[in-house]
C-alpha cells in the first residue's frame, strides 16, 4: 500500500516549513507570500501525489450561495447606490453578500483577493476597477469564478463589465455651463492618481470640451493632494475636498462664474463654502455635481448633476453573474460556452436650481437676506 503524502513530505521536498505548506495548499495567505513559494509548494504536491483531505460538512448542511463585492469606499453614496442595486437583485436570487471594502489600500485589495480561493463564492463584483498590479490574479479567478467589473469604458479589460465613459460625463458637464454662457470655470477633484483613473477621465472630458469651444486655459483644475486617498475614508472626505478647494479657490480665482465637483458629494461642499463666503448660487456661481445621490433630490440642496443610473449598474453587474452561473451549471453539449457581457447606458444631464446665467463679477457677493 502506497504511503500517505503528508505536508511534512511536501515541506521537505519544497525547502519551505511546514505551517507555509499549510497555508499555500488551503490557500490561507495571511501571510503573503512569493508567487515562487506558492509554485514550488504546489509543484511538490503535485510530484508527490498529494491527496488533499475531504472537508466533513454537516449532514444536510447547504452551501451558501454567497456573492462577493469588491468596493474601494463606502462613505460615498455612489458605492452605496451600486451596492443598493447588487443586493436587490441578488435578494431577489436567494445570494448573500460578503463586501470587501479596500479603502483603495493595495495590500487590503491582495488580502481579500487571496482570500477568494478559500471562500469559493459563486460569483465577484468589482464596483470599480482593479488595481492594474492584481489584474492577472483577477483574470485567474475569472477563470474558475464568474467575475463582472463595473469600471470605465476606456481601460481595456478581458472580464464582463458594466462600463460607464467616464470622459462623457465631462462634457456634458462642460456642455451645460458653456451652453449658460460660463466662459471661466473651475473643476474640483480628488486625487488625480494613475490607480483612479476614471477621475482624469471626467477631468479630461471636461477640459476638451472647453478647448472645443476654444476656451483652452479657461478651467482651473483643483484636485486634493495624493496622500488624502492614503488615509482611510471618513463619511465627510469628499465633501471637505469640495469645501476646502473652494476656499482656496475663491482667494485665488475671483473672476470665475462656475464651479463644478467631479460628484455630489463634493459639490455638496463647494455648495457651503460659497454659502459662507456669502457668494450666491446660482445668482453669483454655477454649482454642479455628477451622479445623481438622493441628497442631490432634496428641495435644499436642488443641485444641478449627472445621472448616469448607478442603482441599475449594480444590478446589472449582478444579473451578469446570475448569467454566467446559469451557464456553468447548465453546459451546452457538455462544452461551457466562453461570453462577454458589456452593458452601458447613455448619462442623462439633470438641471435643477444651481446653474444659471453668469453674474457680472462686480455685481457678484451681494449679502444674503436672511
Same mark, same amino acid.
Given at each position: 500500500?502506497?504511503?500517505?503524502?503528508?505536508?511534512?513530505?511536501?515541506?521537505?521536498?519544497?525547502?519551505?516549513?511546514?505551517?507555509?505548506?499549510?497555508?499555500?495548499?488551503?490557500?490561507?495567505?495571511?501571510?503573503?507570500?512569493?508567487?515562487?513559494?506558492?509554485?514550488?509548494?504546489?509543484?511538490?504536491?503535485?510530484?508527490?501525489?498529494?491527496?488533499?483531505?475531504?472537508?466533513?460538512?454537516?449532514?444536510?448542511?447547504?452551501?451558501?450561495?454567497?456573492?462577493?463585492?469588491?468596493?474601494?469606499?463606502?462613505?460615498?453614496?455612489?458605492?452605496?447606490?451600486?451596492?443598493?442595486?447588487?443586493?436587490?437583485?441578488?435578494?431577489?436570487?436567494?445570494?448573500?453578500?460578503?463586501?470587501?471594502?479596500?479603502?483603495?489600500?493595495?495590500?487590503?485589495?491582495?488580502?481579500?483577493?487571496?482570500?477568494?480561493?478559500?471562500?469559493?463564492?459563486?460569483?465577484?463584483?468589482?464596483?470599480?476597477?482593479?488595481?492594474?498590479?492584481?489584474?492577472?490574479?483577477?483574470?485567474?479567478?475569472?477563470?474558475?469564478?464568474?467575475?463582472?467589473?463595473?469600471?470605465?469604458?476606456?481601460?481595456?479589460?478581458?472580464?464582463?463589465?458594466?462600463?460607464?465613459?467616464?470622459?462623457? $460625463?465631462?462634457?456634458?458637464?462642460? &456642455?451645460? =455651463?458653456?451652453?449658460?454662457?460660463?466662459? !471661466? *470655470? %473651475?473643476?474640483?477633484?480628488?486625487? /488625480?492618481?494613475?490607480?483612479?483613473?476614471?477621475?482624469?477621465?471626467?477631468?479630461?472630458?471636461? $477640459?476638451?470640451?472647453?478647448?472645443? &469651444?476654444? =476656451?483652452?486655459?479657461?478651467?482651473?483644475? !483643483? *484636485? %486634493?493632494?495624493?496622500?488624502?486617498? /492614503?488615509?482611510?475614508?471618513?463619511?465627510?472626505?469628499?465633501?471637505?475636498?469640495?469645501?476646502? $478647494?473652494?476656499?482656496?479657490?475663491?482667494?485665488?480665482?475671483?473672476?470665475?462664474?462656475?464651479?463644478?465637483?467631479?460628484?455630489?458629494?463634493?459639490?455638496?461642499?463647494?455648495?457651503?463654502?460659497?454659502?459662507?463666503?456669502?457668494?450666491?448660487?446660482?445668482?453669483?456661481?454655477?454649482?454642479?455635481?455628477?451622479?445623481?445621490?438622493?441628497?442631490?433630490?432634496?428641495?435644499?440642496?436642488?443641485?444641478?448633476?449627472?445621472?448616469?443610473?448607478?442603482?441599475?449598474?449594480?444590478?446589472?453587474?449582478?444579473?451578469?453573474?446570475?448569467?454566467?452561473?446559469?451557464?456553468?451549471?447548465?453546459?451546452?453539449?457538455?462544452?461551457?460556452?466562453?461570453?462577454?457581457?458589456?452593458?452601458?447606458?447613455?448619462?442623462?444631464?439633470?438641471?435643477?436650481?444651481?446653474?444659471?446665467?453668469?453674474?457680472?463679477?462686480?455685481?457678484?457677493?451681494?449679502?444674503?437676506?436672511?
Amino acid at each position: 500500500m502506497k504511503k500517505k503524502v503528508t505536508s511534512t513530505d511536501i515541506a521537505r521536498a519544497a525547502g519551505v516549513s511546514q505551517s507555509t505548506v499549510s497555508m499555500v495548499l488551503n490557500k490561507k495567505y495571511n501571510v503573503s507570500f512569493s508567487k515562487k513559494t506558492i509554485e514550488k509548494v504546489e509543484a511538490a504536491a503535485k510530484e508527490l501525489g498529494y491527496i488533499p483531505p475531504k472537508r466533513k460538512t454537516r449532514k444536510g448542511a447547504k452551501k451558501e450561495k454567497l456573492l462577493v463585492v469588491f468596493c474601494s469606499n463606502l462613505t460615498n453614496p455612489y458605492y452605496v447606490m451600486l451596492l443598493q442595486g447588487i443586493e436587490m437583485r441578488a435578494k431577489e436570487q436567494g445570494f448573500g453578500l460578503f463586501v470587501c471594502n479596500t479603502q483603495r489600500d493595495l495590500k487590503m485589495e491582495e488580502r481579500y483577493l487571496k482570500m477568494m480561493w478559500e471562500l469559493r463564492p459563486l460569483g465577484i463584483i468589482y464596483t470599480c476597477n482593479p488595481s492594474r498590479c492584481f489584474m492577472e490574479l483577477v483574470r485567474d479567478l475569472a477563470q474558475r469564478i464568474p467575475v463582472a467589473v463595473i469600471n470605465n469604458q476606456n481601460e481595456k479589460m478581458d472580464v464582463d463589465a458594466v462600463e460607464l465613459d467616464n470622459s462623457k $460625463l465631462g462634457r456634458i458637464m462642460a &456642455a451645460h =455651463l458653456l451652453e449658460l454662457g460660463h466662459q !471661466k *470655470a %473651475a473643476y474640483i477633484a480628488p486625487p /488625480l492618481t494613475a490607480r483612479q483613473k476614471q477621475r482624469s477621465k471626467r477631468v479630461e472630458g471636461f $477640459l476638451k470640451e472647453y478647448e472645443k &469651444a476654444g =476656451l483652452n486655459g479657461n478651467v482651473i483644475i !483643483k *484636485a %486634493a493632494k495624493e496622500e488624502i486617498d /492614503l488615509n482611510v475614508a471618513h463619511i465627510d472626505s469628499e465633501y471637505k475636498i469640495g469645501y476646502d $478647494l473652494t476656499k482656496e479657490l475663491l482667494k485665488e480665482e475671483p473672476d470665475i462664474t462656475a464651479i463644478a465637483g467631479l460628484n455630489d458629494m463634493i459639490a455638496f461642499g463647494i455648495l457651503d463654502a460659497l454659502h459662507e463666503a456669502r457668494i450666491r448660487v446660482p445668482a453669483d456661481m454655477s454649482v454642479m455635481g455628477c451622479d445623481n445621490t438622493l441628497f442631490a433630490r432634496m428641495h435644499k440642496v436642488d443641485l444641478t448633476t449627472i445621472e448616469h443610473f448607478v442603482v441599475f449598474k449594480g444590478r446589472d453587474a449582478c444579473d451578469i453573474i446570475m448569467k454566467k452561473i446559469s451557464t456553468h451549471q447548465s453546459p451546452y453539449s457538455g462544452i461551457t460556452p466562453i461570453s462577454t457581457y458589456h452593458v452601458e447606458y447613455e448619462p442623462k444631464l439633470i438641471i435643477r436650481g444651481t446653474t444659471s446665467y453668469p453674474r457680472e463679477p462686480s455685481k457678484r457677493g451681494k449679502k444674503i437676506k436672511n
